[in-house]
T-cell receptor, first 112, second 111 residues
C-alpha cells in the first residue's frame, strides 16, 4: 500500500529564515498531495495542496514543489513568523477515492 | 456552513470495554474518513466511508469498525479496548473528493 515518509521530524529555524520539509511517497498512482498544519490542541487544517499535473504551487509565503519522477514533494515556507510554529503533515492520495495517507509530521519551531 | 463535529470530545474507558464515537460531516459532504493520532505516529488512516459504504480500510485490527448513515453521519466502534488504543480520533469529511476538513477529535483514554 501507499507509504509516505516525511523529514525532518523536528525543525528549528530563526524567525525570518526559510523552512523546508520533504516527503517521499511510494505509490506512483498518487496524484494529490496536500499539506496540513496542526497547531497545539487544534485540528489539522489544509494549508496548500498540489496535484500531479503541476510541478509547483505558491500561496504567499508558502510553496509546494512536486517531482513525480522521484516521487518526492516539498513544502517551503519563506520569511518564517512565530505563528508558523506548528506540526506540519504531508500526505498523498490516489485517484477516485479519499484514502489519504499521511507522513508522521514535522514539528516546526520558529526561534526569536 | 457548520464545520465537522465529533462527539464526545473526551472519553475515559477501561480495558476490555467498547466505545462508539460519532462524526457529523459538513452538510453536503458524502465522504467521511477516520484517523488515529498518537504522538510519534502521526495520523494513521482507519477507514473511509462514502454513501454508506466502506470504500477504503487501513491496517487496523478487526476490533475497529465503522459505519455511515444515510445522512452521511458516521460512527466508529472499538471493541475490547486495549491500553494502546488511547489516542486522539479524528474524522474528516470531503466533497468533492480529496480536500478533507477535520473535526476537533475525540480524545480516548483507556485505563
Amino acid at each position: 500500500g501507499e507509504n509516505v515518509e516525511q523529514h525532518p521530524s523536528t525543525l528549528s529555524v530563526q524567525e525570518g529564515d526559510s523552512a523546508v520539509i520533504k516527503c517521499t511517497y511510494s505509490d506512483s498512482a498518487s496524484n494529490y498531495f496536500p499539506w496540513y498544519k496542526q497547531e497545539l490542541g487544534k485540528r489539522p487544517q489544509l494549508i496548500i495542496d498540489i496535484r500531479s499535473n503541476v510541478g509547483e504551487k505558491k500561496d504567499q509565503r508558502i510553496a509546494v514543489t512536486l517531482n513525480k519522477t522521484a516521487k518526492h514533494f516539498s513544502l517551503h515556507i519563506t520569511e518564517t513568523q512565530p505563528e508558523d510554529s506548528a506540526v506540519y503533515f504531508c500526505a498523498a492520495s490516489g485517484s477516485g477515492d479519499d484514502k489519504i495517507i499521511f507522513g508522521k509530521g514535522t514539528r516546526l519551531h520558529i526561534l526569536p | 456552513k457548520a464545520g465537522v463535529t465529533q462527539t464526545p470530545r473526551y472519553l475515559i474507558k477501561t480495558r476490555g470495554q467498547q466505545v462508539t464515537l460519532s462524526c457529523s460531516p459538513i452538510s453536503g459532504h458524502r465522504s467521511v474518513s477516520w484517523y488515529q493520532q498518537t504522538p510519534g505516529q502521526g495520523l494513521q488512516f482507519l477507514f473511509e466511508y462514502f454513501s454508506e459504504t466502506q470504500r477504503n480500510k487501513g491496517n487496523f485490527p478487526g476490533r475497529f469498525s465503522g459505519r455511515q448513515f444515510s445522512n452521511s453521519r458516521s460512527e466508529m466502534n472499538v471493541s475490547t479496548l486495549e491500553l494502546g488504543d488511547s489516542a486522539l480520533y479524528l474524522c474528516a469529511s470531503s466533497f468533492p473528493p480529496n480536500e478533507q476538513f477535520f473535526g476537533p477529535g475525540t480524545r480516548l483514554t483507556v485505563l
